[in-house]
């Protein structure tokens, strides 16, 4: 991950240490004089997300939205913390927005899958797992059959994170996270990265 500064990074070290709350400070020391760089608001809106302070990370999330409009996962991030508010159709409307941006995102197709299932659209959920399926089929690994979401998040985000094992997920490993609970902590890796797969 590349930092704009030693403020930035100084503020990175203290989200990875779960120590959130000084991460914020942080961030805001760093948001003093850059006060509109995307990178740095996805950054604290993460953190809020972590510390379960969803409608901050949306007000951050924004803000990253408005200066990069064309960035996938920007929406992303967005669309997990709307969903955790229960902003479903917004949450929708992210993801989609994700995947026009970036079709090979399968990520995406099957977050916006489960939300559809959660919805009674099963035939268009299990459309979505197809897509997700081929893209991650593609690159040589078959997704296991997707469970719900709330099998899925049995532990908040901080909770998940702190028992992930595998300290650098591939896009593999993240993939598997979305359809298995065993992989559910690599997923916690990927959002507690700012929705971007962790630097090796």
Known sequence: MKYINKDHEAAANLHSKGEFDKAILAYEKVLEAFPNHPDVLSDRG??????????????DFNEA??????RAFR????????????????????????????PEDAIAYNNLGVLMENRGMRKQANTLYQFADKINNEHNQAFTPPIKTEEKIEKGPTEAFQTFENENPSKQDIYK????RSGLKDFFRFVFNGFKLPKK
């Open 46 to 59: 993460t953190t809020y997300l972590l510390m379960e302070k969803y409608n901050l990370a949306i007000i």
């Open 65 to 70: 939205v408005n200066l990069e409009p064309n």
């Open 75 to 102: 929406y992303s991030a967005r669309a997990f913390a709307k969903d955790r508010m229960g902003d479903l159709d917004g949450a929708i409307a992210d993801y989609q927005k994700a995947i026009e941006l970036d």
């Open 177 to 180: 996270s979305l359809l298995t």
